[in-house]
């Protein structure tokens, strides 16, 4: 696999961002075209009052796993389950005012099994699993779980208003870019992806809703679980398990910071 042979290089990773931003806006033109379920199923109100597609969602999630299934087998898997967990919430939530993990979690203690319930143990459980894939120690295999679960989860968070979730994930990605292996070019799925979607998302033309939230977090979840040591594991894995018991500052915080991007959305719109 050509790819897969030259990921360690300036090369190999322009060519795993070429096919995650290529594959996602095939996957969008693909989905806008055939409109599967009628037209009225992929239009959302968001926060202001516009309409917006969900197009984006599973079509970033397709490029982002298809592009880091070239790198390795278990990043794609665990790209592709957390947008699978996602959608389901997506279509199975809808309306549902519960959010964080504490209201699902207190809701299964009564007996009633959430959509988000299962998108928190979906995501986890595909995490692990792709962790136990990823790293070769029993601590190392917890941890990077911990971390793919995580961001994809910290990415949700803070997608609250136009394009937050895929600028977050730049922020995420771009840095493990010059990391050699497997690492840097999971990195470069993530941006690609993240990349492709940026401009209708934040234009406030596109929402790319729970499915592309969490499968854009798990890529660059999983470069930091490829390419991290111990240490540099269980820094990010508190990082996120903070931030997770935190999720409602988070998602204020997030909700807050609006100056920066109002003032990128018109430069977009006139653009």
Known sequence: ???????????????????????????????????????????????????????????????????????????????????????????????DARRGFRAHLSALRDGEVTSGAVKLFGISAAGLAAGALLRERPLD???????????????????????????????????????????????????GAAAAVLPDDLGGRAMVGDTGAHALGAAPGAA?????GRAGLLLHAAALVAAAARGERVSAWARASGAPWAAARRRLRRA
């Open 224 to 228: 930091v679980a490829a390419g991290c």
């Open 1 to 95: 696999m050509i790819i897969g042979r030259y990921a360690g290089t300036g090369a190999g990773r322009s060519g795993v961002s070429a096919v995650a931003a290529g594959a996602t806006r095939i996957a969008a033109a693909v989905l806008r075209s055939r409109a599967p379920g009628g037209r009225a199923r992929w239009l959302r109100t968001h926060h202001a009052g516009r309409t917006v597609e969900l197009y984006a969602g599973p079509a970033v999630a397709a490029g982002a796993a298809l592009a880091a299934a070239r790198v390795r087998g278990a990043a794609g898997f665990a790209v592709l389950a957390a947008g699978a967990c996602g959608a389901y919430d997506d279509v199975a939530g809808a309306g």
């Open 141 to 191: 295999k917890v941890l990077a779980g911990v971390v793919i679960a995580g961001t994809a989860h910290f990415v949700n968070l803070v997608d609250v208003r136009p394009g937050r979730a895929a600028c977050a994930v730049l922020v995420l990605g771009v840095p493990g870019l010059p990391r050699r292996g497997a690492a840097g070019a999971l990195a470069a799925a993530a941006v």
